[in-house]
């Protein structure tokens, strides 16, 4: 495992990819990355993570900002939760570590937000501190590397991950290293299909490619089928104006903004036009969109309104139509609002 350990952080240190949180060892980009990186793929997050870092530069900028900026500089990357805890986060940095974050594990799964994978990355990637981390991407190597058959949701595998992962780190020279060359073992060589076993620097001992079990594992729990939910949403124009709501506390997408929406009973209903009388309608390209395990149907139309809503709508405004792409948008209403500019 010795010889693990060091084959891959070796291996980590000719071939990491040039990405822009690794330019710097100050934790607050690498915590600000981290974060943007959990539910989505790097070359997505790229873009928000510059955005981000020039509007708030320093945990400060980010403690004292309105939360509706920090949003709207979210908006499109989904999981809303973690923008709302990363200000929350840098606002007890502040008030409790002045501006600084701990270098002990207890302390930092303090902060809000900083769960113990967070922790494990700050600690290790900033501080080169010995401490593990274990994500999706940990999961599948090891899942191979020790030829893991049960699921990997079981608490016991679940622990086992985190013991192998403390047991690596502590063995090398550089945790920075070999916790970023666990995970970028999993990113790019290591991947979910075909994995590139013959460029792979732990291949020697792997259990899986001397099985050939690699497109078997790591075996996962079969996901719940999603339940379907059928919206009519709709973009209503009055002048050069467009209406939304605001979402309130304990709705999907709580604080972003979106187009008021009616669920439909039915796929069947879900699929005819509105009846607003005397109300020009166009109907605009069907959109599709998850939420934890629902995938939700939605017919949006546009409809040129005169006078009163033909719907009952709360906590709404008018917003120009310039002004409306730049407000914190869910990402639902984000691609309805690109549909309407099309
Ligand atoms: S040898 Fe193949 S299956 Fe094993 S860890 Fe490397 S890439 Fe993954």
């Known amino acids: 495992m010795l010889n693990a350990v060091q084959s891959l952080s070796q291996w980590y240190r000719r071939k990491a990819r040039p990405l822009p949180w690794r330019e710097s060892q100050n934790p607050y980009p690498i915590w600000i990355s981290e974060v943007m990186l959990q539910q989505t793929q790097v070359a997505a997050v790229i873009p928000y993570f510059h955005r981000f870092l020039e509007?708030?530069?320093t945990l400060k900028t980010l403690a004292i900002a309105p939360l509706p900026d920090v949003l709207a500089l979210w908006s499109g990357l989904g999981y809303y939760s973690r923008a709302r805890n990363l200000q929350k986060?840098?606002?007890?940095?502040?008030?409790?570590?002045?501006?600084?974050?701990?270098?002990t594990r207890e302390e930092i799964e303090r902060v809000p937000g900083i769960g113990p994978y967070t922790a494990g990355a700050i600690l290790s990637?900033?501080?080169?501190?010995?401490?593990?981390?274990?994500?999706?991407?940990?999961?599948?190597?090891?899942a191979r590397y020790y030829g893991i058959q049960e699921e990997i949701e079981s608490p016991a595998?679940?622990?086992?991950?985190?013991?192998?992962?403390?047991?690596?780190?502590?063995?090398?020279?550089?945790?920075?290293?070999?916790?970023?060359?666990l995970m970028e073992l999993g990113a790019t060589v290591c991947t979910k299909s075909m994995p590139k076993c013959d460029l792979c620097p732990i291949q020697n001992s792997c259990t899986a490619l001397a099985k050939g079990w690699q497109a078997d594992l790591p075996?996962?729990?079969p996901r719940k089928k999603p339940v379907d939910l059928w919206w009519k949403t709709?973009?209503?124009e009055k002048g050069n104006a467009l209406f939304l709501k605001q979402n309130g506390a304990g709705?999907?997408?709580?604080?972003?903004?979106?187009?008021?929406?009616?669920?439909?009973?039915?796929?069947?209903?879900?699929?005819?036009?509105?009846?607003?009388p005397n109300l020009p309608s166009r109907r605009l390209a069907a959109q599709e969109h998850t939420v934890t395990h629902h995938r939700i149907h939605v017919a949006p139309f546009h409809i040129d309104l005169k006078g009163k809503f033909p719907i009952k709508v709360e906590q709404g405004e008018w917003f120009l139509k310039e002004k409306a792409e730049?407000?914190?948008?869910?990402?639902?209403?984000?691609?309805?609002?690109?549909?309407?500019l099309c």
């Open 251 to 276: 709705e999907w997408w709580e604080g972003l903004w979106d187009f008021p929406s009616v669920p439909s009973l039915t796929k069947e209903g879900w699929g005819q036009e509105p009846s607003f």
């Open 125 to 142: 990637i900033a501080f080169d501190l010995p401490e593990a981390i274990v994500d999706g991407n940990v999961q599948r190597v090891f």
């Open 234 to 236: 709709y973009v209503f």
């Open 219 to 221: 075996r996962k729990r």
């Open 157 to 181: 595998i679940q622990k086992l991950f985190w013991t192998e992962a403390k047991f690596w780190v502590a063995k090398a020279k550089s945790p920075r290293d070999l916790n970023q060359a």
């Open 89 to 103: 986060g840098a606002q007890y940095l502040m008030a409790h570590h002045e501006g600084n974050f701990p270098r």
């Open 55 to 57: 509007r708030f530069p």
């Open 326 to 340: 730049s407000l914190p948008l869910s990402s639902l209403a984000r691609k309805i609002l690109a549909a309407y």
